[in-house]
């Protein structure tokens, strides 16, 4: 369920936009922000408030990465690139280097909650490759060493 205060900055924004459609990425956005993710029924909620099908965001949500639907993530959620020039420099070996120091396979969440290891597709950071984004940092040039630099600085 929506809190009263998503309500109200969704409200507050969508005058800002041409149509109800635009809204919904920064709605989803502030949603996600008080969450951490968007469920099913947050969906709901904001297309009702957008009037505007469900499925719709359920689209938007399931093709941008930044979006973590249907299942909470972590406090820190670790999204390395898999793209053509991330996989050729390295991309498989800094998620194998991650699972191991997390000691959890991509698509899961530390017993703790601090962390969730995904596989993202394009990135757009190409000529930095591998990278990763945690949260909404980016991390790039990633190697062995600099991604568990990287990643101890969270505890």
């Known amino acids: 369920m929506l809190s009263d205060c998503a309500k109200?900055?969704?409200?507050?924004?969508?005058?800002?936009y041409a149509d109800r459609h635009s809204v919904s990425m920064t709605a989803m956005q502030i949603v996600q922000r008080e969450f951490g993710y968007l469920s099913k029924e947050d969906l709901i909620e904001i297309a009702e408030m957008l009037d505007i099908k469900p499925i719709e965001l359920d689209e938007v949500g399931g093709f941008y990465t930044m979006y973590n639907v249907e299942r909470p993530v972590g406090r820190y959620h670790v999204q390395v690139c898999e793209n053509l020039p991330c996989a050729l420099l390295g991309a498989e070996h800094i998620i194998t280097v991650i699972e191991k120091h997390l000691k959890i396979k991509v698509g899961e969440t530390t017993p703790d909650k601090k962390y969730t290891l995904s596989r993202v597709q394009c990135l757009g950071s190409c000529g930095t490759a591998p990278m990763m984004q945690v949260n909404e940092t980016y991390y790039e040039d990633l190697t062995e060493k600099n991604v568990i630099e990287i990643l101890d600085g969270f505890k």
């Open 8 to 16: 109200k900055k969704i409200k507050e924004i969508y005058g800002n």
